[in-house]
């Protein structure tokens, strides 16, 4: 395990006893770890940090239901890259009868060819429902469930991915994110 040694202020002489690989630095005076470091010119070096309980608040925020796209790798033209779909459900209540719409937001610019989800070959473009036409899919209360797709996309540029669960019985869109995706060039 590597480690940073910073030694502050004083000479070569008294930092004696640091390791070689030190860093030793004569115009910092000290360093300080804080929430707020100061704007002014002080040679001191600040480490910022964001206490616990704000993070707990910006990131506990009151959805129900999640969705999530992770790429497993960069999209590049004409190459297939896999996409794992989280969605998760935190309430107390089982959702049935939900369908995922995945929509190319750009169809025009780049097309997109969804080749399998879940293990299964499709072959559909720019738009896919996942789930039975009929009796949809169940999401389970207080559960997480990973879908994963394999996309192809046939020109590089800037395209705009929605991921949207939908009620199969109202078609009311219970949860939707929207990705902002760059291909890049073979």
């Known amino acids: ?5 910073i030694g502050v ?13 030190a860093v030793i630095s004569d115009m910092v005076k000290a360093i300080v770890v804080t929430e707020s470091a100061s704007d002014q010119q002080d040679n001191i070096l600040y480490f910022e940090y964001e206490p616990i309980s704000m993070m707990l608040a ?3 925020e009151k959805k129900t239901i999640s969705i999530i796209a992770e790429f497993l790798e960069i999209p590049i033209k004409n190459k297939e890259v896999l996409v794992n779909l989280t969605l998760a459900n935190y ?3 089982k959702i049935g009868r939900v369908r995922i719409l995945l929509k190319n937001e750009y169809p025009n610019e780049i097309n997109l060819n969804i080749k ?3 293990g299964n070959q499709v072959n559909a473009n720019n738009n ?6 009929k009796v949809g899919f169940n999401l389970e209360s207080n559960n997480i469930m990973e879908i994963p797709y ?8 800037y395209t705009e991915l929605t991921f949207s669960l939908i009620q199969l019985d109202s078609g009311k869109v219970l949860a939707s994110e929207k990705y902002g995706i760059q291909i890049k060039e073979n």
């Open 1 to 5: 395990m590597s480690q940073l040694i």
């Open 9 to 21: 202020g004083g000479s070569q002489k008294q930092n004696a006893n640091l390791p070689t690989n």
């Open 58 to 60: 910006r990131s506990v």
């Open 91 to 93: 309430t107390t209540d």
């Open 116 to 118: 399998g989800v879940n």
């Open 128 to 133: 896919y429902f996942f789930g039975d036409s």
């Open 150 to 157: 394999k996309l192809v996309f046939n020109e590089s540029g």
